[in-house]
């Protein structure tokens, strides 16, 4: 696609739930970003994948989140028993190896209620 | 945690009027980007500056950096109603060179009124 494609873009679910967000990158980036966006805040690091292998996972809060990309393409952030306090909105980015220029999804907003 | 700190948090102009925008950082860098983005939407890179960098136009855009007081600003010219969102500055601070992992401020909410 032309541009990097998040869905769904938005998700309610309840407190407890098992939730996945995909990210489908623009066609050529190998490198992949997630963010997550609290309402009036800058994107927060969450993890950021080179090819199929996480580089650096080091923003993601806990254990009840893990993110893969198998094929170095596609990649799904996955939350385990969600909590209100995950709700957010989750962008995803892929980068442009020449410029470094990161290329923003649209984001999946979670409401956990 | 968050690198980056804009200032201010809100500016409000009128059309035509210039809108300046700073952020300050604490840890050494390899280069600083700024992006933007509307209501409800993805970000959008405007501008990178490396770190040997001192200043940097695109169109209507300036973007200066002083590594010596860890800051950058950003300079819309002439700006337009199409111009109100919020701005963000974003540093890269990877070890061993640029690996592009950034860390974003809060933000600056521009509004241009028409």
């Known amino acids: 696609g032309a541009g990097v494609s998040q869905t769904p873009s938005n998700k309610v679910t309840e407190k407890g739930k098992y939730v996945e967000l995909r990210c489908d990158p623009i066609?050529?980036?190998?490198?992949l970003y997630w963010y997550r966006q609290s309402l009036g805040q800058g994107p927060e690091f969450l993890i950021y994948?080179?090819?199929?292998?996480?580089?650096?996972d080091s923003g993601l809060p806990n254990d009840r989140f893990f993110a893969v990309r198998p094929e170095g393409s596609v990649s799904t952030l996955k939350i385990q028993r969600t909590e209100r306090g995950d709700s957010a909105v989750y962008l995803c980015?892929?980068?442009?190896?020449?410029?470094?220029?990161?290329?923003f999804g649209e984001g999946s907003r979670l409401t956990v209620l | 945690s968050q690198q980056g700190e804009e200032d201010p948090q809100a500016l409000s102009i009128q059309e035509g009027e210039n809108a300046t925008m700073n952020c300050s950082y604490k840890?050494?860098?390899?280069?600083l980007q700024w992006y933007r983005q509307n209501s409800g939407r993805g970000l959008v890179h405007l501008i990178l500056?490396?770190?040997?960098?001192r200043e940097k136009h695109s169109g209507r855009l300036r973007v200066t950096l002083d590594t010596s007081k860890k800051s950058s600003s950003l300079l819309i010219t002439a700006s337009r109603a199409a111009d109100t969102a919020s701005y963000f500055c974003?540093?890269?601070?990877?070890?061993?060179?640029?690996?592009?992992?950034?860390?974003f401020g809060k933000g600056t909410l521009l509004t241009v009124n028409p």
């Open positions: 994948f080179q090819g199929t292998g996480a580089a650096d």
């Open positions: 066609s050529g980036h190998t490198a």
């Open positions: 980015a892929s980068r442009q190896t020449v410029t470094g220029e990161l290329f």
């Open positions: 840890t050494s860098i390899n280069n």
């Open positions: 500056i490396r770190s040997n960098e």
């Open positions: 974003a540093t890269d601070a990877g070890s061993g060179g640029s690996n592009y992992k950034l860390t």
